[in-house]
């Protein structure tokens, strides 16, 4: 799974848009040595906490919950990409299945939503920054 650069950039925006860019790990290699930080001691810590690795690591979930093991594969892509490939235009599945039960609109997601807006992971990623105390 590789999330591509369009959506990157929409979640990038957003974790701007929430006020949290201040916490992005500012290259990769801060980013994991944060990472294991957060491993080793088994929490997340003002320190170690980047809410744009959270939502990445957010979005993989879904992506395995939705899809399992395929979700790993090599040649899957950006799973909101993937994922909407199957979304009509009145959100109904386009998958032709005569036994589907997403055929009625409105019943597929949205996966931008993944990204921005009230349920989106960046809004869970500043939620659970709030309960930690480290933000108002």
Known sequence: MNICQHHWDM???EVAAQGLTD?????GETAAA???NQLVRDEDTRVNYDPLMACNFMLWDRALEMAGPAAMAADFGCPICRFSEYRGPEGQCTCGHPDCPNQEPGSVPDFETWLVGPNSCVAAARDYMVTQGWIE
């Open 11 to 13: 979640l990038r925006a």
């Open 34 to 36: 944060q990472i294991g």
């Open 23 to 27: 916490w992005v790990a500012p290259d």
